[in-house]
């Protein structure tokens, strides 16, 4: 699907060709930008603190939880919010999107809801403190492992978001979509690679290292996002600063190792760090390896944020 006029400009650009995917291809992006996220990390304890019935809409329903997730060096605790559309109960359950936030667990919107899913949430930071020397350890601390990032650790967070949500009444956790803005974008479309549980991958405003292309030049590179964000990727990926063109791989690989399940990508007009026209076009390479509505994407007018519109468009996608 590509709902909106696409600028004139963007019809000319190149497109890469996408080489045939194997399975070593999601080792490869491992290797060499992310760090392989570590089996384990056991749900042992969810308890449920709090239950609000109409916070939203109608009888809408939210629901407060602190999970125990046992690590091989000690146990990560969480504070997830579950957002239940009306009418969700343990006879009825509904599909999930499990996505990390930014500011302590904030609200969908009421229509998010009213389109049928729950939407699973926790703090980011809570898994992995988004600082390159942090003053409190993350879950990478609790793993004997060699060198994963950040957005490797956030994304192993939504893996085990997923397990949280098999264990909430009311919540459905096949069918699951993944879905995430920016940094938490990349960390989405990363889950999405390793994790073959969720349906649908949604990937929004992520730009550098999450849907948009190395090798189209626009926005944020390699030299700028590993020297303000080293912790996020494994050291040896900044070696590639300023010479994205000896990268083993493109990111229109890492979308098409996700098909056959499905892949949503949006983009922002006025994203320019986040280069839409290189995220539009990885989209475009790795059409051939998904099936007829097997990956999806929008541009809307605006800057880097995820909007309702951005959920809105994605979740309809995801309906198809
Ligand atoms: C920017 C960063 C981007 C993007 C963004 C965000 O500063 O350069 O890669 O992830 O932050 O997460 O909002």
Not at 69 to 85: K, M, Q, R, Y
Not at 284 to 290: D, E, T
Request: glycine share 10%; with cysteine; charged share 20%.
């Amino acid at each position: 699907m590509m709902s909106s006029p696409l600028p004139e400009a963007w019809q000319c650009a190149g497109v890469p060709s996408l080489p045939a995917i194997g399975p070593d291809v999601v080792d490869e992006f491992a290797r060499t930008i992310y760090g392989r996220t570590p089996e384990g990390g056991q749900l042992t304890d969810l308890v449920l603190r709090s239950r609000d019935n109409g916070v939203l809409s109608g009888a809408a329903d939210r629901l407060r939880h602190r999970a125990v997730i046992a690590c091989p060096l000690g146990n990560l605790e969480l504070d997830t919010v579950t957002h239940l559309p009306a009418g969700a109960s343990a006879e009825h359950p509904v599909p999930v999107v499990v996505a990390l936030n930014f500011k302590s667990n904030e609200e969908p919107s009421a229509k998010v809801l009213k389109a049928g899913y729950a939407v699973l949430t926790v703090d980011y930071q809570q898994i992995e403190p988004d600082d390159p020397a942090p003053a409190a350890p993350g879950v990478r601390a609790l793993f004997p492992t060699e060198s994963w990032g950040a957005v490797a650790a956030w994304a192993w967070g939504l893996s085990r978001l997923l397990d949280i949500a098999g264990s909430i009444d009311g919540v459905d956790p096949e069918g699951a979509i993944v879905l995430g803005h920016s940094r938490l974008g990349k960390a989405a479309l990363w889950a999405g690679a390793q994790d073959e549980r969720f349906a649908v991958t949604v990937t929004n405003g992520s730009g550098c290292c999450g849907a948009s292309l190395f090798r189209h030049p626009g926005g944020e590179d390699i030299a700028a996002i590993t020297t303000k964000f080293p912790h996020w990727f494994v050291p040896s990926f900044s070696t590639y600063a300023g010479n994205e063109s000896s990268l083993p791989v493109d990111q229109h690989q890492l979308l098409a190792s996700i098909a056959p399940r499905r892949v949503y990508v949006a983009s922002a007009e006025d994203d320019a760090w986040a280069d839409p026209v290189g995220e539009y076009l990885a989209v475009v390479a790795a059409r051939p390896a998904f099936g007829p509505n097997g990956i999806g994407y929008h541009v809307r007018p605006g800057t880097h944020d995820l909007l309702e519109e951005d959920w809105l468009h994605a979740l309809d996608f995801a309906k198809r």
